[in-house]
């Protein structure tokens, strides 16, 4: 304590004079950060864990790409020193946009129920029901990266969630306590992260496919390394991030637009032939209606019913070797998988691909993101129907992004991904996880 102080106001001193070594060694500013991420066997689900309060205790996470902000379970189990609510109006609240002020009514104030806060709408976005809950605050601890391992673990002292309870949880994995949410929002977890610690608005998600192996979420820039050494930040596709300008969320206060990943999907081909749809469904309309977004809460990519049917229809006539057997829930397509070959990348199945901004950019699907293998010998086309009328005519899902890097630049607006990391020899699961702090 004395040393520190002494050194602290050694530097106060001199601060004047020479302020950066005061800084560089009072501080570890980290480039980047890293949380692991696991699949949920039985929901499918892909779960994250932020260390938080005082004393740290872990806590467990859905993790939602297109999520607005954190939000836990504050009003019970809830153990911590530091926990406080910014008052309404307040810098906090004008950060998160918070739309209004609220008082709690119970007599003795805790967490998640004090006078004066001010309020937001998280969404369960796994039912689909949204709340109303307080703005918070409390300390995070979690660990930087030089992009090859987890380094020293850094804190913030006030990261900004939004408090839920307990029955918000409905649908969401076993011992999860909330959902992290990462979209395009000022208080999501890359808004606040990068801003605690000046790196750049980047962060990536590499899920793994397997429910035993740790994917990863990157908050900053690359190096991001996979084992045996692949740096899986280069040679990425570029796209424009499209801002839906219409809230996909739930319940609104007044308008906002959407937190949502949206790309601007062109067409579809498989094997290279363009799947005949109605392509007006895939622009985003002035209701915010229509468009292509990505989603880490639906296991498999959903598509509005006449899209499915054309592109099923597609897919089987080019799969014409192997013969459709009887459906397996969720799915609509499946096959005799003893008659689909194997390759590096998935069984050998007809290529999907999602093309872009132009006829030479497109995001290739192979087997290992198409197909589901539901039993010996059915394999399914990993894809479902979203019925008539969806707000989002195709939301990319999980099992389409399993393996594959995402790199989301938040100051250009611009998604950089990989295609399958199967061809480059390695993982999402390959991220060494041994500190070296
Ligand atoms: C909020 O303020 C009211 C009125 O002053 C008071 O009765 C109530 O106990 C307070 N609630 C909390 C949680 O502090
Ligand atoms: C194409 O989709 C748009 C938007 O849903 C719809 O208004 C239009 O009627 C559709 N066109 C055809 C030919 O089905
Ligand atoms: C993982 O990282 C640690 C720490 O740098 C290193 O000792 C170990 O060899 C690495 N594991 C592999 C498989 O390379």
Redesign the pocket.
């Known amino acids: 304590m004395t040393l520190s102080y002494n050194y602290l106001l050694f530097c106060s001193l001199v601060l004047s004079v020479i302020i950066s070594p005061c800084i560089a060694q009072t501080s570890f500013r980290p480039k980047a950060l890293i949380l692991p991420v696991t699949k949920d066997a039985s929901t499918l689900q892909y779960l994250t864990q932020i260390n938080q309060r005082t004393p740290l205790v872990p806590v467990k996470y859905t993790l939602d790409l297109g999520g607005q902000f954190l939000w836990v379970v504050c009003l019970e189990d809830y153990e911590s020193s530091s926990f406080t609510s910014p008052p309404c109006h307040s810098a906090p609240c004008s950060l998160a946009n918070a739309p209004f002020c609220w008082d709690c009514s119970d007599s003795q104030p805790r967490p998640g129920c004090n006078n004066n806060t001010c309020n937001l709408l998280p969404d369960n976005t796994i039912n689909g029901i949204s709340f109303n809950g307080p703005l918070s605050m409390d300390v995070a601890s979690i660990q930087s990266t030089n992009g090859k391992?987890p380094g020293r673990v850094v804190s913030v002292p006030k990261l900004l969630f939004v408090c839920a309870d307990r029955f918000h949880l409905t649908d969401l994995a076993n011992g999860v306590r909330g959902m992290a949410g990462l979209g395009r929002n000022s208080i999501s977890l890359p808004s606040l992260f990068s801003s605690a610690f000046s790196f750049p608005r980047k962060f990536a998600i590499c899920l793994s496919s397997s429910t035993k192996a740790n994917g990863a979420v990157f908050f900053g820039d690359g190096p991001y390394v996979m084992?045996p050494g692949v740096d899986v930040s280069t040679s990425l596709i570029h796209t424009p991030l499209i801002l839906n300008p219409v809230s996909t969320a739930t319940l609104l206060f007044r308008p906002r637009p959407s937190t949502d990943y949206f790309i601007g999907v062109k067409s579809v081909k498989i094997n290279g032939h363009v799947v005949p749809l109605n392509t007006s469904l895939l622009s985003i309309d002035k209701n915010g209606v229509g468009g292509t977004k990505i989603s880490t809460v639906h296991p498999y990519t959903v598509l509005e019913s006449s899209i499915y049917e054309a592109f099923v229809k597609a897919f089987t006539k080019e799969l014409a070797n192997a013969p459709r057997v009887e459906s397996v829930s969720p799915f609509g397509a499946c096959f005799d998988s003893t008659r689909i070959g194997s390759t590096r990348v998935g069984p050998a199945v007809p290529q999907i691909d999602l093309v872009l901004q132009s006829s030479d950019v497109y995001w290739r699907i192979f087997g290992a993101n198409s197909m589901v293998q539901v039993k010996s010998n059915v394999m399914c086309l990993g894809f479902v129907d979203g019925g008539v009328n969806p707000r989002t005519s195709i939301v990319i899902g999980g099992h389409q992004l399993e393996d594959n890097l995402l790199q989301f630049d938040l100051a250009t607006s611009r998604l950089g991904f990989s295609s399958s990391l199967l061809f480059r020899r390695t993982t999402c699961s390959n991220f060494?996880f041994?500190s070296?702090a």
């Open positions: 391992n084992l060494n041994t070296t």
